[in-house]
């Protein structure tokens, strides 16, 4: 594992991931889904819809939200909250992109260790 | 008392001083030196001299009658070559004059690399007309010319050698031409437009040498490379004409060193024009000459005035090459872009903003705006207010930003509103005038919007445009939350304004979003691979995941498999490697469709490409049981095997399924043949059926047996199999093109009415040129989507696997 004196993860290139696309990261405890925005923001959340556990990464990214491939609710890529008249809350974890590379913050895997 | 004034140089900065001077009929007598055998031409305009559009004597400022009336003293031919500031003389080659004030305006002189061989015959520079008449005069003999440098003389050059019609290279040191004046993006579609004309560019290309024995033969570039030339044209760059001024000991940096009065270090000595510098900038463009010229003129007649340098802009003057740049456009900290583009009409359209003022813009393609985005960046206007639709040009502005009637407002006269009768926004506006006033009188009297109907939400806005308060627009629900137009709206905006990628879409038609949502953009990719096969790019990022993915998500998160069985018909090889795949897959659930083919459930996204690999090296291919496109074609045993089959229907199944797969339509698309009236197939609840009949084929539309149960129409009898299929790819391609997104036949038929559908297809010429249509849109999409993923299969798995990590 080649973490980064400040705790950043290197994923993968920016390149792997398609704008307004997602791609997952194994972690021991579930799928994160990484998402890139058509503006080359990158998030990183749970993989599985607060409704019933849809694959966020299938889903169509707009602006800096997914909607869940299986019943169409709407998720804040930055906040994780559900928008509009449903309610619900995805966990989402520290994500940046430094010269063409994703960084994952590793604490998020201590984080998902300990949930 | 009338002081002597001696100029230097009749270029075109000068001769704008003497204009000024003696229309103000100052007291001046004026003496005129110049190298170049002739009077004052507008030199800018010796690219159309080269490229034949316009003769010498067309360009011509200044003629011997105008220096004669004005009593200058010409001393053309004659170089100047020193002056002598202590005795206030200038010395040519035909003598001494005596100045009381003198004004040098020397121009530039163009830039020559230091390369071997840069003096040989055949090389020339392009400052003046004897260069330009040196080329003509080359190009008569044909063969080969090599500019060298890309920037806004060089490629004047070449266009005009082009013309004239020589082979010509372009080579250019940086990686994109004109790089001073446009960005890369720019350069890019430049390039383009000018290999249209036969021109050769090459980028990064340094000259090393300039071969030749007695006369230029070739060019050698970095790299070993040799291009043959019997012409080559150096237009690298220039440099501000400054020996006189050096050697009478004036100030010089690059340029004639003057204060805001153009005067220079000696005050009875003035400079003007190219060869001036004033604070450290030099002047290449006419415009700030022309501005110095005025405040000279004032300078010399003791009017107070100052010289203050404003922003450029550029323009190439090639036939066909449309660009526009002015101001600055480097990318820097606190600034950003807004960017337009439409790939495939060439138009690129880029504003630099800082802090709400435009500083910079570039335009290719479309450059009608350019003046007035310049004002702007002149202006330095605070553009806050209408930031969002400020890249449209100035058409958009005024209104608020999401008014719905902007975009039609803006579409020029001949923009095309209905397309089946060819009547445009024009028509409509000269019948409103004419007094009709509703949409039932534009349709009897233009037929606008009286066929298909689909154009009915543009007709309307026409008429709200034109008539103001007094039309109010029936409400139709529009596509979504990022537009007030509906998709009909949208289509006939995509059709006749050419819009053919997504950001042309969201621009033109006023999206309210950046880049849509997950209900527009599905709709939008649908509607422009539909219109524009060749020239759009699929998007799968706006696809719903089961056409992204090509397969059918589950409820847990799996995915089914549904290979083809065309027409229903399989093998014992098929079923062999179906159930082998089954096994190694783990697949929990095999089920036969109801679409006469087999469903592997169940299978994880990340065994995607292995399982579809498996069933490709067994021949089968997607069956597109997850796309709004075709998926079946029932069929039933027929003539073959049955007793009362009148035709082949299996056969024919298997011909349409093979000619149909992979085609993309609003919603999806089921077929059945049936070989005779008892209809073992279903065909008369298919989107579309055929049974076949004694005397030949009987085609249906518009059966549904889902949400709602409906039995076909008939559209048509037809007596054999190949016209059958012409019938079939027309009804297809005309319910993909005016069809909405994700309403079935059906659906589409209620609103444009099986008569209108009738008449599409019974017309031949219209039949064969839909069945056209088909056939070109499938020259790109029949194939078999499985088999690409299986070669890009890296999306299909995980990005990275942290779970032996978090296990430490
Ligand atoms: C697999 C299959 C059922 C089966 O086990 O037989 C099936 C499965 C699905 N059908 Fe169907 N339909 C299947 C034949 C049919 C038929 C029968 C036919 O084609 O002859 C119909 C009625 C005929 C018709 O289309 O008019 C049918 C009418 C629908 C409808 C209603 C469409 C409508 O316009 O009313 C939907 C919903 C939709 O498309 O929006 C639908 C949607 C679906 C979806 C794709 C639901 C979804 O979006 O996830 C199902 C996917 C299940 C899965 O998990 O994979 N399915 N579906 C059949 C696949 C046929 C094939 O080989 O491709
Ligand atoms: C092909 C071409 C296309 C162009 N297109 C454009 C365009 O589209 N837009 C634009 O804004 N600008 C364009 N330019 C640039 C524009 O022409 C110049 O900026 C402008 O001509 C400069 O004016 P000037 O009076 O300073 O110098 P010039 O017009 O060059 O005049 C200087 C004169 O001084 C003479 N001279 C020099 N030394 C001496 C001496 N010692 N004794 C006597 N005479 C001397 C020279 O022979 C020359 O005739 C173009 C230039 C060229 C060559
Ligand atoms: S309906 Fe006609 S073609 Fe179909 S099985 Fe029966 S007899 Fe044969
Ligand atoms: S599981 Fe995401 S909307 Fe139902």
Known sequence: MNALPDEWLDIASLDAVPQRGARLVKTAHGCVAVFRTGDNKVFALDNACPHKKGPLADGIVHGSEVTCPLHNWVISLETGAVQGADEGQVETYPARVEDGRILLDVAFLKRRDAA | MTQKLVVIGAGMASGRVLEHLFDAEADFDVTLFNAEERGNYNRIMLSPVLSGEKTYEDIVTHDADWYDANGVTCHFGDHVTAIDRAAKTVTSQDGTVAYDKLLIATGSAPFIIPVQGKDLPGVITYRDLDDTNAMIEASEKGGKAVVIGGGLLGLEAA?????????????????????????????????????????????????????????????????????????????????????????????????????????????????????VELDGQLFGLVAPLYDQAKVLANT?????????????????????????????????????????????????????????????????????????????????????????????????????????????????????????????????????????????AIKATTKASASCGTCTGLVEQVLAVTLGDDFVIPTDASICGCTDMTHEDVRRMIKSQELKSMPAVWQECGWKTSCGCHICRP??????????????????????????????????????????????????????????????????????????????????????????????????????????????????????????????????????????????????????????????AEATCKDIGIVCVDSGYQISIGGAAGMDVRE?????????????????????????????????????????????????????????????????????????????????????????????????
């Not at chain 2, 449309?322 to 872009?337: I, K, T, V």
């Not at chain 2, 093109?737 to 309403?743: A, H, I, P, R, S």
């Open chain 2, 159 to 275: 266009a005009g050698l082009a013309e004239r019609g020589m082979d010509v290279t372009v080579l250019h040191l940086m990686g994109h031409l004109m790089e001073r004046q446009l960005d890369e993006a720019a350069g890019f579609l430049l390039r383009g437009d000018l290999e249209k004309r036969g021109i050769t560019v090459k980028c990064r290309a340094s000259t090393v040498a300039i071969l030749g024995e007695d006369k230029v033969e070739a060019v050698l570039l970095e790299g070993d490379e040799v291009l043959e030339a019997d012409l080559v044209v150096m237009a690298v760059g220039i440099r501000p004409e400054t020996r006189l001024a050096t050697d009478a000991a004036l100030s010089v940096a690059r340029g004639v060193e003057v204060n805001t009065q153009l005067q220079t270090s000696d005050p009875d000595i003035f400079a003007v024009g190219e060869c």
């Open chain 2, 523 to 680: 709709a939008l990719n649908f509607y422009l691979l539909a219109d524009w096969p060749l020239e759009y790019q699929d998007d799968p990022q706006s696809r719903f995941i089961n056409e992204r993915k090509h397969a059918n998500i589950q409820k847990d998160g799996t995915f089914s498999v549904v290979p083809r069985m065309w027409g229903g018909i399989t093998t014992p090889d098929e079923l062999r490697a179906i159930a082998d795949a089954a096994d190694k897959f783990a697949v929990p659930t095999v089920k036969v469709t109801g679409g006469q083919r087999i469903d592997l459930l169940g299978v994880k996204g990340e065994d995607l490409p292995a399982i579809w690999d498996d069933l490709n090296k067994a021949g089968m291919v997607s069956g597109h049981a997850y796309s709004k496109g075709l998926r079946t074609v029932k069929t039933c045993v027929g003539s073959d095997h049955c007793r009362f089959g009148t035709q082949d229907s299996t056969g024919l199944g298997i011909k349409l399924e093979k000619i149909l797969w992979g085609s993309w339509t609003p919603h999806k698309l089921k077929l059945g043949v049936s070989g005779c009236p008892r209809n073992c």
């Open chain 2, 712 to 808: 076909t129409e008939l559209l048509c009898q037809v007596a054999t199999e190949d016209e059958v299929i012409d019938v079939i790819k027309a009804v297809t391609q005309s319910y993909r093109e005016n069809g909405k997104y994700l309403d079935r036949i059906y659906k589409w038929m209620a609103k444009v009415g099986l008569d209108w559908i009738q008449e599409q297809v019974a017309d031949l010429e219209n039949r064969a040129a839909l069945a056209a249509r088909f056939d070109l849109s499938q020259s790109v999409y029949r194939k078999d989507p499985w088999a690409e993923h299986v070669a890009e299969a890296s999306p299909y798995q995980a990005l990275a696997d942290l779970t032996l990590e978090a296990a430490e």
């Open chain 2, 300 to 440: 010399l007649m003791g009017t107070p005035d100052v010289f203050t340098p404003k922003e450029l802009s550029t323009k190439l003057k090639v036939t066909g090459c449309d660009l526009f740049s002015a101001g600055d456009f480097e990318e820097a900290e606190g600034r950003e872009d807004i960017v337009f583009r439409d790939p495939a009409r060439g138009v690129y359209r880029r504003l630099v903003l800082e802090d709400d003022v435009v500083v910079g813009a570039v335009m290719y393609g479309d450059t009608a705006d350019g003046n007035w985005f310049f004002g702007l960046i002149r202006d330095k206007t605070d553009i806050s207010d209408m930031r969002d639709t400020l890249i449209f040009g100035p058409a958009y502005q005024g209104g608020a930003p999401s008014d719905p009637l902007s975009a039609v407002a803006a579409l020029p006269r001949d923009a095309e509103i209905c397309g089946c009768n060819g009547v445009c926004k024009g028509q409509i506006e000269d019948a409103i005038a004419a007094g009709a006033t509703d949409l039932a």
